[in-house]
């Protein structure tokens, strides 16, 4: 499957939790063929699952009494170990049940950035919010939340429109879409903000990201969005320790904010 960490792989039947009845893309069976992954984090089990609409996704539902559901929306680099290892460290340490989505769903793209960037205008805004829907109800929990970086925060940001989630986390979300990825089937996050629900919407934002200028990041708060600036950080500066532009104690705070914004524990600066 791609990935570089040892595992053990066997094909098994997985009984699904129970879905809610209201919801959206519900799963139409209890049961889907997957390929389960050991990773050896603690007692946790990882697990690739296929959603009813093909796309792949990772999932972590061993927490016996999940606070809430969290759906994650990769950066432009898809699901990879960076991501099966945040979904299961989120899983054990924020006590939810956690699934993040592959956005670039039957393609071999490698690992070079150009042809993603490439891709990205073919891929369309209700395809991808079908599969955040679809991550959503394979988690079982009554209430849950979205979080995206960089590609996957502009997705956040789209997001908005959809009363699936209850709160929505986006990392340095593109605020308008770049014009090399415009196309008829990207919408202006902006838009959909103003559509949607802006105010369950967090924005982490560095005040160095060329995709993140002041004035984008003031329309972003003009539309009700919450908007938390770390200054001087640059773009993907806290999800992965191994980007130059990475800043712990950053990193730090804007998980931890993350975290409170999605249980609704506390206000964050705007």
């Given at each position: 499957m791609g990935l570089q960490r040892e595992v053990v792989a066997e094909e098994r039947e997985v009984v699904m939790p129970p879905q809610r009845e209201d919801a959206p893309h519900r799963y139409p069976h209890r049961s889907a063929r997957c390929s389960s992954l050991r990773c050896g984090i603690g007692k946790t089990e990882v697990m690739r699952i296929t959603l009813p609409s093909g796309t792949l996704a990772e999932i972590d539902t061993s927490v016996p009494s999940p606070s809430m559901g969290l759906v994650i929306a990769p950066d432009i680099f898809s699901l990879r170990p960076l991501f099966d290892d945040m979904v299961a460290r989120l899983a054990r340490e924020w006590n939810m049940a956690v699934c993040a989505v592959e956005p670039f769903p039957g393609r071999s793209l490698g690992a070079d950035i150009q042809p993603r960037f490439a891709a990205v205008p073919s891929l369309d805004d209700a395809h991808h919010l079908r599969d955040l829907h679809e991550a959503a109800d394979a988690l079982g929990t009554e209430r849950v939340g979205l979080m995206g970086f960089c590609m996957g925060g502009m997705y956040c940001f789209k997001s908005a429109v959809s009363s699936r989630f209850d709160r929505i986390a986006?990392?340095?979300?593109?605020?308008?879409?770049?014009?090399?990825?415009?196309?008829?089937?990207?919408?202006?996050?902006?838009?959909?903000?103003?559509?949607?629900?802006?105010?369950?919407?967090?924005?982490?934002?560095?005040?160095?990201?060329?995709?993140?200028?002041?004035?984008?990041?003031?329309?972003?708060?003009?539309?009700?969005?919450n908007v938390v600036e770390y200054t001087e950080a640059e773009h993907g500066f806290a999800h992965d320790a191994m980007r130059p532009s990475h800043r712990a104690a950053d990193a730090a705070d804007a998980f931890a904010r993350t975290r409170d914004w999605l249980l609704g524990v506390t206000k964050n600066e705007q």
């Open positions: 986006s990392f340095y979300g593109m605020i308008r879409v770049p014009n090399d990825w415009q196309s008829s089937t990207q919408a202006e996050p902006l838009a959909m903000l103003a559509q949607g629900d802006a105010g369950k919407v967090l924005a982490i934002i560095g005040t160095k990201d060329p995709y993140t200028p002041p004035a984008d990041v003031s329309a972003l708060r003009a539309v009700g969005c």
